[in-house]
């Protein structure tokens, strides 16, 4: 809810040897975790292209793809949100699959 960053550890590979960097997190409180914020906020210049998916309960998360697009600076290619319960019943693997097909495709 604050935008807080936080401190990161180095990683093996810098997000810009990559042509897409695909990002994930946990929805608290609507927004990203602040280590997500962190990253897209320390390697926006670097991240060539994006796609977004998020892990939820129950609540609305209407902000949570529009802030990280704006923390990342850029429109994402695709954007995925699985809700908890989704993972057995196999609407997650639907989901996954059209959010592969729509990176393959260039973008929503």
Known sequence: MKHKLTRLKKTGKAP??????????????????????????????????????????GLPAKQFFPEMAKVCGQRPLAVMEIKRGEGPTGVAAHKMLRFAGEIQKGGI
């Not at 897409?20 to 975790?33: C, H, K, R």
């Not at 926006?44 to 796609?51: E, F, L, P, T």
């Open 16 to 57: 810009d040897e990559y042509d897409l960097v695909v990002v994930g997190s946990p929805v608290w409180a609507g927004n990203p975790t602040p280590a997500v914020r962190t990253y897209l906020s320390e390697n926006h210049d670097k991240i060539k292209r994006a796609a977004f998916f998020c892990c939820k309960g």
